[in-house]
Nanobody, 123 residues
Framework: QLQLVDSGGGSVQPGGSLRLSCTAS????????RGWYRQAPGQQREFVAG???????TYRDSVKGRFTISRGSAVNTVYLQMNNLKPEDTAVYYC?????????????????WGQGTQVTVSS
């Protein structure tokens, strides 16, 4: 059974950086598509960034140029590098993935979620 583990959250000042990690286990696939979503208090969960099994990426407009999603050297690990963080980026960030590889555009969310990791941006 596919399991996703999110990590890397924390508290930073505006303009700071964090790198989130999403590690998948319980699967024989090494190139699962992966997405990051976030949910701020009192708000709906929203898409942040996605990477397909073929390496194609997509981002929400508000994070373009600041966030980068990429595959790590470790098998089944995907990173979200977040630079120039703003207070409005404060949220719980969740990793998301399908059970099988997906090569088309990101069309999540899928049924599998990580436990979430808190990101707080405040001065």
């Amino acid at each position: 059974q596919l399991q996703l583990v999110d990590s890397g959250g924390g508290s930073v000042q505006p303009g700071g950086s964090l790198r989130l990690s999403c590690t998948a286990s319980g699967t024989t696939f090494t190139n699962l598509a992966r997405g990051w979503y976030r949910q701020a208090p009192g708000q709906q969960r929203e898409f942040v960034a996605g990477i397909t099994s073929g390496g194609g990426t997509t981002y929400r407009d508000s994070v373009k140029g600041r966030f980068t999603i990429s595959r790590g050297s470790a098998v089944n690990t995907v990173y979200l590098q977040m630079n120039n963080l703003k207070p409005e980026d404060t949220a719980v960030y969740y990793c998301n993935a399908p059970k099988v590889p997906s090569y088309g555009s990101w069309v999540g969310p899928y049924e599998n979620w990580g436990q979430g990791t808190q990101v707080t941006v405040s001065s």
